[in-house]
C-alpha cells in the first residue's frame, strides 16, 4: 500500500491552516477498492435527502456507514446507530475505506485515528453545503478525513468564527483533506457543484467524512 501511494505522489502535500492538510490524489492509490466499498454501503442504505432543523430539504443526498451515522431532521444534528429510513445497522465501514482513513490521517500526523463514522455526501450539479462547523462529534481531539470523488468542487475552507472570510480549495477526484488540531472547528463549506462528467462517477461529486464521533 505505502509503495503503491507513492505511484501518485506527483504532487506534494500542501498545509491548507495549521493542522489542516491536502493530500493530492492520497484516495488513488486503492481507488478500485474505494468505489466498490462506496457501492457496497449505498447499496445497503440509499442516498437520501435530509432535512435540516428548520425544515429545508439539503441539496446534498447523504448515507453513513461505521458503527454510528450522521443524520438530520426536524429534531436535530446528531449521530444514530440505525438508518431511520430502514431501522437497521448503518452498514459496516468497508475495510478499503477504513485503511484509507487511517493511512491519510497518519501521513497528516494524526497516528492512531479510528473513525467510528463515515458520513457519504453524494453532490449533483447545483448542490452546495452552506458554511458549517463539524461539532456534533463527542470530542475534538480526533481529527476528520475527507475525501473527494468525482466531480471536482471548490470547498470553503473559512476561520473560527463564521464571519471569517473563507479560501477556495479546489478537490478533484482522488484528494484527501485531513483536518484537526486548531482546525478541528473551522468554519467550511461547498459552493454550487459546476456541470460536468466524471469518467468513473458521471454527473456527481461524492464526498467521504471519516470521524470519531462516539
Ligand atoms: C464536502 N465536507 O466536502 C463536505 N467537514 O462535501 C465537509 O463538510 C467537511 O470536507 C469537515 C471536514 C472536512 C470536510
Ligand atoms: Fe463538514
Given at each position: ?176 483533506v485531513v483536518w484537526g488540531g486548531p482546525s478541528r472547528l473551522r ?14 462517477l458521471g454527473r456527481i461529486r461524492v464526498n467521504l467524512t471519516f470521524?470519531?464521533?462516539?
Open positions: 500500500m505505502t509503495e503503491q501511494l507513492s505511484m501518485f505522489g506527483r504532487e506534494p502535500s500542501r498545509e491548507l491552516s495549521p493542522g489542516a492538510v491536502l493530500l493530492p490524489q492520497f484516495a488513488l492509490a486503492d481507488e478500485a477498492g474505494l468505489l466498490a466499498g462506496v457501492r457496497a454501503v449505498t447499496e445497503q442504505a440509499a442516498f437520501r435527502h435530509m432535512q435540516t432543523p428548520g425544515g429545508f430539504r439539503m441539496s446534498v443526498a447523504m448515507s453513513n456507514c461505521g458503527a454510528l451515522g450522521w443524520v438530520t431532521d426536524r429534531a436535530g444534528y446528531r449521530y444514530e446507530a440505525r438508518d431511520p429510513e430502514t431501522g437497521d445497522l448503518w452498514p459496516p465501514m468497508p475495510t478499503s475505506l477504513r485503511e484509507l482513513a487511517r493511512l491519510a490521517a497518519a501521513h497528516a500526523g494524526y497516528e492512531g485515528f479510528d473513525p467510528d463514522a463515515c458520513l457519504v455526501n453524494r453532490y449533483e450539479p447545483g448542490a452546495r453545503m452552506t458554511l458549517h462547523q463539524d461539532k456534533n462529534e463527542r470530542d475534538f481531539d480526533a481529527p476528520i478525513v475527507s475525501v473527494s470523488l468525482g466531480l471536482p468542487a471548490t470547498f470553503l475552507f473559512g476561520g473560527l468564527a463564521r464571519s471569517d472570510r473563507p479560501v477556495r480549495v479546489a478537490l478533484t477526484h482522488g484528494d484527501v468554519f467550511h463549506g461547498v459552493m454550487p457543484l459546476a456541470e460536468g462528467e466524471h469518467p468513473r470521524r470519531k464521533a462516539g
